[in-house]
Nanobody, 121 residues
């Protein structure tokens, strides 16, 4: 089962930028759609962006135009470039493999520890 290690989070002021990375283990990264998810305190985990094996992307309405998802299959790594950050983007961010670009929280990999993103006002 593919697993992930996320990194790149931190504390940033509103309006700033961060780039998150997630490195996969396991041989199946290349064939899966990869999603970035986030979970704020007291909230459900939500999908914010996804990228297919061929590079097609899809975004949640709350991040559209501000976040960019990408992947490097040779490095078995996915990225989330976050710009114009808002306080409501504060959450723990995770990545995982999913089936297609269908917008749901069904995943097929193991959850990693995530990386904390905190946006100060």
């Amino acid at each position: 089962q593919v697993q992930f290690v996320e990194s790149g989070g931190g504390l940033v002021q509103a309006g700033g930028s961060l780039r998150l990375s997630c490195v996969a283990s396991g041989p199946t990264f290349r064939i899966h759609t990869i999603g970035w998810y986030r979970q704020a305190p007291g909230e459900q985990r939500e999908l914010v962006a996804a990228v297919s094996p061929g590079g097609d992307t899809k975004y949640g309405d709350s991040v559209k135009g501000r976040f960019t998802i990408s992947r490097d299959n040779n490095k078995i790594t996915a990225y989330l470039q976050m710009s114009s950050l808002k306080s409501e983007d504060t959450a723990v961010y995770y990545c995982n493999a999913k089936i297609g670009l269908t917008w749901n929280n069904v995943v097929i990999g193991r959850w990693g520890q995530g990386t904390q993103v905190t946006v100060s006002p």
